[in-house]
Nanobody, 122 residues
C-alpha cells in the first residue's frame, strides 16, 4: 500500500534520499516509520516521524547521518541519508502507523511498502 523509491548504488561517504508515498493511504494521518533489513539480518527500525513532525525517533546506528521529513500536502515522506557506510546496505522500507507510540516496536500495526534496495560499496 506504500511505495518506496530512491534506492541505488552509492560509494561510502555518499548520500541518498528515499521517498515514500501512497495512492491509497493519506500519509498525513499516519506516523511514518523507516526500517531496513541487511542481508542475513533481521529488520531494524531506524526512524519514526509523527503526523505533524513534532515527535521523532532515530536509531543510534544512523543518528547524525539520517534525517526523516515529510510533506503532508504532497502525501510524501522522505529519508535523507548522508555519510553512508557499507553497513547501511540493505532493503529499506517505509511503514505507516496509526499512532506514534507503535513505531517502531509494533510493526504488526503498520502498512508496508515493498522496499527499495540500497547498496553502499566502492
Amino acid at each position: 500500500q506504500l511505495e518506496e523509491s530512491g534506492g541505488g548504488l552509492v560509494q561510502p561517504g555518499g548520500s541518498l534520499t528515499l521517498s515514500c508515498t501512497s495512492s491509497k493511504i493519506p500519509l498525513s494521518m499516519a506516523t511514518i516509520g523507516w526500517f531496513r533489513q541487511a542481508p542475513g539480518k533481521g529488520r531494524e527500525g531506524i526512524s519514526c516521524i509523527s503526523k505533524n513532525s513534532d515527535d521523532r525517533y532515530v536509531a543510534v546506528s544512523v543518528e547524525g547521518r539520517f534525517t526523516a521529513s515529510r510533506d503532508n500536502d504532497k502525501n510524501t515522506a522522505t529519508l535523507h541519508m548522508n555519510n553512508l557506510e557499507p553497513e547501511d546496505t540493505g532493503t529499506y522500507y517505509c511503514a505507516a502507523f496509526p499512532v506514534y507510540r507503535y513505531c517502531p516496536g509494533r510493526p504488526d500495526f503498520a502498512s508496508w511498502g515493498q522496499g527499495t534496495q540500497v547498496n553502499v560499496s566502492s
